[in-house]
């Protein structure tokens, strides 16, 4: 997501330029809105930012106040209806939304406004379709319009929800209680910009003011920008996702203060220091992996190299939404450099392993190319446990890890050895171990409520183990730790 104010300046281009930093959070479609302070345009579609838009298409957008999206669907389907920002016109008031996260009680909220199953496509729309409800009921108190309505929409909203929010005059952003999504604030000489991760705020030429913060929502407009606290202070629990430290967020993005290229190296030397290979090569998995292979290469001593060349033109393969893509897409984007890599016993290092389609092809690729040894070591614990605040990683039956002990993942992956950084080195490799982390997905134990399907799911599967069963949050979904027992089955 990206925004930003400057009365002025024609701000099209600044958020074309803030997308194409943020396109690795999302691949699927593009969009922006942008106002002049009387009216508001909007132009989205499907494909990446520089499909989407060109000097002609931004030539037309003008105005000072925008939003702008990048898309990676993990609710609601993957089509032009649901890609952002949502616009909605409504008891007179224009507005825009742009979303990152997942709802988690997207039914109840249905219900309790009286909508038809269906009548929304994606949790997004749901948000946009709740504001639009009470700008056109109002009165909405002393703050009114569009600030007005969130005031009344939020507090009821439960799972993940960073969001960047415009009407024809104010630039609003939003994080959930927990902070599950990233979302920072960034000054002009002229004015101001919200973004998903630093790096956006670096190309528009926007200093860094601070992070938002979990539980705030920031108004920008005429009257300078200001801050208000929609939750009361109990609900204010810092969550962010562990995997934006891991993987999701770029290698020069600040989180909690740290670079997160220089806490990816500590991974790898963290992990050197836990799982020893006897090697010759230490390679990592373009681009996620590099930084640890660096890492584990400095602090055990094997030398570190090429192995594996990553073909520029292809995107995330993770973030693509169809498995079969996905597998293919390893081929298309990695292919081995033979002559590096043949007869030498390698340490290969990645960020994580998932559903396990990458890793295993990676391990065949290697092998056909002639290594003689493949030792996997990867820079995050097991992924055991699905994500429902941002991550399409499918059901706990898709997770490699889910069932299978270390062993059994090695032997299917077809590595010779294979071990997992810890959950205490990886905290610690953050450089801010006691900041407020979800690692749901590594230990089962969620910090917010969960949908009420997943959580019978995860109840049944711990029902035949020692497992703590979670707590009932507001909507009768857990909340609270899941213990990441084994529960049997197979993945």
């Given at each position: 997501?990206?925004?930003?104010?400057?009365?002025?300046?024609?701000?099209?281009?600044?958020?074309?330029?803030?997308?194409?930093?943020?396109?690795?959070?999302?691949?699927?479609?593009?969009?922006?809105?942008?106002?002049?302070?009387?009216?508001?345009?909007?132009?989205?579609?499907?494909?990446?930012?520089?499909?989407?838009?060109?000097?002609?298409?931004?030539?037309?957008?003008?105005?000072?106040?925008?939003?702008?999206?990048?898309?990676?669907?993990?609710?609601?389907?993957?089509?032009?209806?649901?890609?952002?920002?949502?616009?909605?016109?409504?008891?007179?008031?224009?507005?825009?939304?742009?979303?990152?996260?997942?709802?988690?009680?997207?039914?109840?909220?249905?219900?309790?406004?009286?909508?038809?199953?269906?009548?929304?496509?994606?949790?997004?729309?749901?948000?946009?379709?709740?504001?639009?409800?009470?700008?056109?009921?109002?009165?909405?108190?002393?703050?009114?319009?569009?600030?007005?309505?969130?005031?009344?929409?939020?507090?009821?909203?439960?799972?993940?929800?960073?969001?960047?929010?415009?009407?024809?005059?104010?630039?609003?952003?939003?994080?959930?209680?927990?902070?599950?999504?990233?979302?920072?604030?960034?000054?002009?000489?002229?004015?101001?910009?919200?973004?998903?991760?630093?790096?956006?705020?670096?190309?528009?030429?926007?200093?860094?003011?601070?992070?938002?913060?979990?539980?705030?929502?920031?108004?920008?407009?005429?009257?300078g920008c200001g801050t208000y606290r929609p939750w009361p202070p109990e609900r204010v629990r810092p969550s962010l996702c562990i995997f934006e430290f891991v993987y999701l967020a770029r290698p020069d993005s600040r989180l909690y203060g740290q670079e997160l290229h220089a806490a990816r190296v500590r991974m790898g030397e963290l992990l050197a220091e836990q799982a020893p290979a006897s090697?010759?090569?230490?390679?990592?998995?373009?681009?996620?992996?590099?930084?640890?292979?660096?890492?584990?290469?400095?602090?055990?001593?094997?030398?570190?190299?090429?192995?594996?060349?990553?073909?520029?033109?292809?995107?995330?393969?993770?973030?693509?939404?169809?498995?079969?893509?996905?597998?293919?897409?390893?081929?298309?984007?990695?292919?081995?450099?033979?002559?590096?890599?043949?007869?030498?016993?390698?340490?290969?290092?990645?960020?994580?392993?998932?559903?396990?389609?990458?890793?295993?092809?990676?391990?065949?690729?290697?092998?056909?190319?002639?290594?003689?040894?493949?030792?996997?070591?990867?820079?995050?614990?097991?992924?055991?446990?699905?994500?429902?605040?941002?991550?399409?990683?499918?059901?706990?039956?898709?997770?490699?890890?889910?069932?299978?002990?270390?062993?059994?993942?090695?032997?299917?992956?077809?590595?010779?050895?294979?071990?997992?950084?810890?959950?205490?080195?990886?905290?610690?490799?953050?450089?801010?171990?006691?900041?407020?982390?979800?690692?749901?997905?590594?230990?089962?134990?969620?910090?917010?409520?969960?949908?009420?399907?997943?959580?019978?799911?995860?109840?049944?599967?711990?029902?035949?183990?020692?497992?703590?069963?979670?707590?009932?949050?507001?909507?009768?979904?857990?909340?609270?730790?899941?213990?990441?027992?084994?529960?049997?089955?197979?993945?």
């Amino acid at each position: 997501m990206f925004g930003v104010w400057a009365p002025g300046r024609n701000v099209a281009p600044l958020v074309f330029d803030g997308l194409h930093a943020l396109q690795h959070r999302g691949q699927e479609s593009a969009g922006m809105a942008v106002s002049d302070g009387q009216t508001m345009l909007v132009m989205k579609d499907m494909g990446l930012v520089s499909q989407v838009f060109n000097d002609y298409k931004l030539a037309s957008l003008v105005g000072h106040l925008a939003v702008g999206h990048t898309r990676y669907s993990t609710a609601g389907g993957s089509s032009w209806h649901n890609a952002q920002p949502m616009y909605k016109n409504a008891g007179g008031t224009e507005f825009a939304v742009a979303h990152n996260g997942n709802l988690t009680n997207v039914d109840d909220l249905a219900q309790q406004a009286g909508m038809l199953p269906g009548i929304f496509g994606s949790d997004s729309d749901l948000v946009a379709e709740l504001i639009s409800y009470e700008l056109s009921a109002g009165p909405l108190g002393p703050e009114g319009g569009l600030v007005g309505a969130l005031g009344r929409v939020l507090p009821r909203l439960q799972g993940a929800f960073s969001l960047v929010l415009a009407d024809t005059e104010r630039l609003i952003g939003v994080r959930d209680p927990n902070g599950f999504r990233p979302l920072c604030l960034g000054k002009l000489d002229d004015g101001w910009v919200l973004a998903s991760e630093t790096p956006a705020l670096d190309i528009s030429g926007a200093h860094f003011v601070r992070e938002v913060e979990p539980g705030e929502l920031v108004v920008i407009g005429a009257d300078g920008c200001g801050t208000y606290r929609p939750w009361p202070p109990e609900r204010v629990r810092p969550s962010l996702c562990i995997f934006e430290f891991v993987y999701l967020a770029r290698p020069d993005s600040r989180l909690y203060g740290q670079e997160l290229h220089a806490a990816r190296v500590r991974m790898g030397e963290l992990l050197a220091e836990q799982a020893p290979a006897s090697a010759d090569l230490v390679v990592g998995v373009p681009d996620s992996g590099m930084p640890a292979a660096e890492g584990y290469s400095r602090k055990s001593g094997v030398p570190f190299g090429q192995g594996l060349v990553k073909n520029r033109y292809i995107g995330r393969t993770f973030i693509n939404p169809e498995p079969g893509q996905r597998a293919l897409g390893v081929r298309r984007k990695l292919n081995p450099l033979r002559e590096a890599i043949a007869g030498k016993r390698l340490v290969v290092v990645d960020d994580s392993i998932v559903r396990g389609t990458t890793t295993r092809a990676i391990v065949a690729m290697l092998r056909e190319a002639g290594a003689r040894e493949v030792h996997l070591r990867i820079s995050s614990p097991p992924y055991r446990w699905p994500c429902f605040f941002g991550l399409d990683t499918g059901t706990r039956a898709e997770l490699v890890a889910a069932d299978l002990e270390v062993g059994e993942v090695r032997a299917y992956l077809g590595a010779d050895s294979l071990a997992y950084l810890s959950l205490d080195a990886l905290k610690k490799a953050t450089g801010v171990p006691s900041a407020g982390f979800c690692d749901a997905c590594l230990t089962g134990r969620y910090p917010a409520p969960v949908p009420r399907e997943a959580a019978l799911t995860l109840s049944s599967r711990l029902s035949a183990t020692d497992g703590e069963l979670p707590a009932r949050g507001p909507s009768g979904a857990p909340s609270g730790p899941v213990s990441p027992s084994r529960a049997g089955g197979s993945a």
